[in-house]
């Protein structure tokens, strides 16, 4: 199945799920989007898609939680994973948010990629870790982002790039490491480019 290059700009959202049970057929393609609760993950697939509001954004960390899937086109699917580690959710939240995205990674056929985002400033933290270790042993193909890269200047922010890279070469997995600024629009290429590859589109 391949889609035409680059129609990002077209997707759609498709529907909010409690559980993988209310989810679509598990047919066609989803790349999924995870990380901390602070990371930015909505206004990453605002920038990505070129639409203001097509994620919901909050200055209030952990509001998404459900599964949020958006469509591409029919079977292509960007899917955005309620955020994990943030301290002022309830203990049985926690709990719930753990339980729906383990069930979402282990049960989830079509899962074609994983992009996880990391605070630039804050990188693998322990969750973070532990998510990226868990995608490696389920064969996942992982892009880790680092966001809000304009927080660090530009020498700092390829040594912490290089930093991370290093790091990661230790997990022995299929790991990049881009970093990425919605505000000065560092990376939405490189996410393009890596979603294409996922997706099966022709370069």
């Known amino acids: 199945m391949t889609i035409k290059k680059h129609l990002y700009h077209m997707t759609k959202f498709l529907l909010s799920a409690p559980d993988i049970h209310h989810l679509p057929k598990d047919s066609g393609m989803e790349v999924v989007f995870i990380g901390s609760s602070n990371v930015g993950k909505s206004s990453v697939l605002n920038a990505l898609t070129q639409h203001q509001n097509l994620a919901r954004t909050s200055k209030t960390p952990g509001r998404t939680q459900f599964i949020n899937l958006f469509e591409v086109e029919e079977g292509i699917r960007l899917v955005d994973l309620p955020g994990y580690g943030y301290s002022a959710v309830s203990k049985e939240m926690k709990r719930k948010w753990q339980y729906m995205l383990c069930e979402y990674l282990e049960k989830r056929e079509c899962i074609k990629g994983l992009i996880v985002l990391m605070d630039i400033r804050h990188p693998l933290k322990y969750l973070d870790i ?37 790091a990661l070469n230790l997990f022995n997995g299929d790991l990049e490491v881009e970093y990425f600024s919605v505000l000065k629009k560092i990376g939405i290429d490189k996410l393009r480019i890596k979603l294409d590859y996922w997706y099966n589109i022709p370069a």
């Open 130 to 166: 532990k998510i990226l270790k868990w995608s490696i042993n389920m064969k996942l193909s992982v892009l880790v982002l680092l966001t809000k890269a304009d927080k660090f200047a530009s020498g700092k922010r390829r040594k912490q790039l290089i930093d991370v890279r290093q």
